[in-house]
């Protein structure tokens, strides 16, 4: 018999496909994020909660679901979970460590190029249709060539930052900020 679940919220449409196939589940939030009633409604026959980081899972959360053996954090985080008191009733925790690395350094890059080439200012200048005509030095900005991006010193996710185009697959370490909760995947019926 497959495992039942309670998302809540939708998750990527790849995800969801592939959740459709290995699990049931049921969907707490719609449009709203659901609130923290909802949660303990929604999950109390449950034996996997998938979670996002607005959602707090408290205490009062796990202790509504008797069955629940595993919470799968959709964030890179964990800080909203009581990891402690899970893992003090045998409830497995996991979250998505480096899977916002590559997006990050991508959008360090987009604020860098912005900012060098006066993108806000020269999008608000047409937004309000001042433009007459072309100038040589209208939002003219800063040449990137010859400038460094940061260092691979710089740390996780400022090593990525360098060579947006060319990075190798994430390696989905942890940032050193947090204990690392360990990876993997197994079905919840393979559960010790």
Known sequence: MKANALLTKKLLPEAMEYL???????????DNYPTKKEIISGIKDKQGLVSLLVDQIDKEVIDAAPDLKIIANCAV?????DVSYAA??????????????????DLAWALILS??????????FTRQ??????????FLGKDLKGK???????????????RPCSRRKSTGRSSGKGKPLGSGFRRLR???
């Open 20 to 30: 459709k196939k290995h699990i049931r589940f049921q969907v707490a939030g719609t």
């Open 77 to 81: 985080g964990y800080n909203n979970i």
């Open 88 to 105: 003090s009733k045998g409830i497995t925790v996991t979250n998505t460590p480096g899977v916002l690395t590559d997006t990050t350094a």
């Open 190 to 192: 393979e559960r010790a």
């Open 115 to 124: 900012v060098a080439r006066k993108i806000p200012q020269a999008d608000r």
């Open 148 to 162: 460094h991006p940061p260092d691979e010193k710089t740390g996780y996710p400022g090593e990525r930052i360098p």
């Open 129 to 138: 249709k001042k433009y007459k005509n072309w100038e040589l030095d209208l």
